[in-house]
T-cell receptor, first 115, second 110 residues
């Protein structure tokens, strides 16, 4: 498994406060992703990155921003947290080098509760 | 819009039973289909399928892809309580993205 660490692993925050989740990888993978997982919805893509300073939106990007200043770090920021953003957030990476396909690897998840 | 559908969404069986999990997809550009097992934390990789008709096996788990009919199945034989998990299907659509299905929650009772 790829070395992917997320921090914090658990956080409780108040509505309206900014929150930043950090993802750090040691595999030098080109692609990094932030997903959220909610009951009944499975894993939904928030944002992804295909290189340093190269990011793009996923299907549920509203209220979130990302930054990637180094290959190994991908930050997810909730500008002003809302209760609907209570979720489990997974960071993932992919090498993107496989001609016939690539595997995506996941971090351990960050449990965020917005009260 | 790219879509991955899994069925059933939930399944309860007893130890020793054989189960079949289904995954169908509609994507604009297909490169591969992946299966993951998720217990309490991060999804862990099971199989990657790229060619039709070639079965991948790992112990009691096996999977096969039908690119003509756009589906895959994951079989688990002689189920054990440790197989209880959410099984996720995902498609790599060449867009530097992976589209996930909602998952099948499997519960194996002793």
């Amino acid at each position: 498994d790829a070395g992917i660490t997320q921090s914090p692993r658990h956080k409780v925050t108040e509505t309206g406060t900014p929150v930043t989740l950090r993802c750090h990888q040691t595999e030098n993978h080109r692609y990094m992703y932030w997903y959220r997982q909610d009951p009944g919805h499975g894993l939904r893509l928030i944002h992804y990155s295909y290189g340093v300073k190269d990011t793009d939106k996923g299907e549920v990007s509203d209220g979130y921003s990302v930054s990637r200043s180094k290959t190994e770090d991908f930050l997810l920021t909730l500008e002003s947290a809302t209760s609907s953003q209570t979720s489990v957030y997974f960071c993932a990476t992919s090498g993107g080098q496989g001609v016939r396909g690539n595997t995506i690897y996941f971090g351990e998840g960050s449990w965020l509760t917005v009260v | 819009e790219d879509k991955v559908v899994q069925s059933p969404l939930s399944l309860v069986v007893h130890e020793g039973d054989t189960v079949t999990l289904n995954c169908s997809y509609e994507v604009t550009n297909f490169r591969s289909l992946l299966w993951y097992k998720q217990e309490k934390k991060a999804p862990t990789f099971l199989f990657m399928l790229t060619s039709s008709g070639i079965e991948k096996k790992s112990g009691r788990l096996s999977s096969i892809l039908d690119k003509k009919e756009l589906f895959s199945i994951l079989n688990i034989t002689a189920t054990q309580t440790g197989d209880s998990a959410i099984y996720l299907c995902a498609v790599d659509n060449y867009g530097q993205n992976f589209v996930f299905g909602p998952g099948t929650r499997l519960s194996v009772l002793p």
